[in-house]
């Protein structure tokens, strides 16, 4: 971490618009970490929070409950498709131990020893814990930690830029779910499939084909698995749509919600199930059967409160369809994007680009550098106005959700910018 000696301090910050103590105006093209929704200092969020919080800041979920958290629990179930019960923690690394706790106890619960095992695709990401590290396993980040991990069953993912040579796109879709069936078909101990939904996005921007988690969903049903979907990054409409799994056909029996839950402006993750898991915990209490997982800040009322507010606000404001059409901006700049040498690939879906550098495009030789590629955009991009972040080779693009047209145009041609810029300092 020596490269980084001094950090800028953000002090205020409007729409996409972050601005420092020198009083430099940043583009956010990384949307706080990709969960802000509307843009910063947004009126009606605010008085969310500013309302409740003169009433109730915080208190207890055990043994109690709280007005916010009532109703975005409601409010959550009547927009998720088949879920019925939310279970609220405080970020999205949380949301998926839960939901890895509430997959491996449902068989428990149900006297199904057995079943223990874990299956996931392999580069994904669900978070720092432990838990989330084990079922998400990116070499790059969690190598260090390999030993104290659990093991998964991994299996491949297609991404249509990195086929092996043998086959075409179609054929190695086909066999990655041929794997995933004879897998389940063979063992019968696997307790539960965890993917992300829709897309990988921390893995490096894998968007999967039509089809892919629909078939998989399905294999999960056949062989009697459970399926959990991960949509943290990618619910809420960051691809395009308010829910993956919907848009997928591919309904989980478990799903773990976080980002941009609440706008971006407040930390609070929620993992659904369905009433089949849900029922498994219900019993006696010296059944046992009950999960034992709770955080301090569980359910805290201002987050719910912001949240609600914010979810109100996607029929309000039609954004699902606004996305859709700004969207359409990206399309526009790739011709560009992809002609700058080091570019290799483009993949784009809803409010996600994910720009992969290389340095032999016919090679597909993903660059390398001494010092951090994400450090050098960092610089680069701030000199062009922009606040850009890499993961690895591969340039991020996750905006507010509700930038607009005009805003987008400026942060793609500030992108390329940077990326030529940074060309230099790179090769
Ligand atoms: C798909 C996915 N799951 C889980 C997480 C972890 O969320 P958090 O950073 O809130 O712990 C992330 C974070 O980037 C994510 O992208």
Not at 241 to 251: R, W
């Amino acid at each position: 971490m020596k490269e980084w000696d001094s950090f800028d301090q953000i002090k205020s910050a409007k729409g996409v618009w972050l601005v420092d103590s020198k009083g430099n105006k940043i583009l956010d093209a990384v949307g706080s970490m990709w969960c802000n929704v509307w843009g910063h200092s947004n009126p009606e969020l605010i008085n969310a929070i500013t309302t409740q919080s003169k009433k109730l800041q915080h208190s207890s979920m055990f043994n109690l409950t709280n007005e916010p958290a009532e109703k975005l629990a409601e409010y959550l179930v009547k927009i998720s498709p088949k879920m019925n019960k939310v279970f609220y923690s405080d970020n999205g690394s949380s949301a998926m131990e839960i939901a890895i706790k509430l997959a491996l106890q449902y068989w428990k619960n149900i006297g199904e020893k057995n079943k223990t095992r874990i299956a996931t695709l392999e580069n994904g990401y669900h978070g720092d814990t432990f838990g989330a590290m084990s079922v998400g396993y990116v070499p790059e980040f969690f190598g260090k930690f390999k030993k104290q991990l659990f093991t998964t069953l991994q299996f491949p993912v297609p991404n249509k830029y990195r086929i092996p040579k043998e086959f075409s796109f179609l054929d190695y879709q086909n066999q990655c779910i041929e794997k995933i069936e004879k897998e389940f078909s063979q063992k019968n101990n696997i307790a539960a499939f965890i993917m992300e939904s829709g897309a990988q996005v921390a893995g490096g921007v894998i968007i999967y084909p039509k089809d892919f988690q629909r078939k998989i969903s399905v294999l999960c049903k056949k062989y009697n698995v459970l399926f959990v979907l991960d949509e943290i990054a990618t619910g809420f409409g960051r691809l395009g749509s308010m829910f993956q799994y919907e848009e997928q056909k591919s309904i989980p029996d478990i799903v773990a919600y976080g980002k941009m839950l609440t706008g971006g402006y407040l930390t609070l993750a929620a993992t659904l199930a369905n009433k089949k898991v849900y029922d498994s915990f219900l019993g006696e209490f010296n059944d046992w059967k009950h999960l034992f997982h709770g955080h301090t800040y569980t359910g805290n009322p201002i987050a719910s409160s912001v949240a609600l507010e914010n979810l109100k606000m996607y029929k309000k404001y039609n954004l699902i369809k606004k996305i859709q059409k700004t969207s359409k901006v990206f399309e526009q700049h790739y011709q560009r994007i992809s002609e700058i040498d080091i570019v290799g690939d483009i993949r784009h879906k809803g409010m996600l680009m994910g720009i992969e550098l290389v340095s032999n495009k016919r090679k597909k030789t993903p660059i390398t550098t001494k010092k951090s590629i994400n450090k050098i955009f960092f610089e680069e991009g701030k000199k062009n106005g922009i606040y850009l972040r890499t993961l690895g080779n591969i340039v991020m693009l996750v905006p507010p959700l509700v930038i607009t047209e005009s805003e987008l145009n400026l942060l793609l041609e500030r992108t390329i910018s940077t990326i030529e810029s940074a060309k230099s300092k790179i090769i």
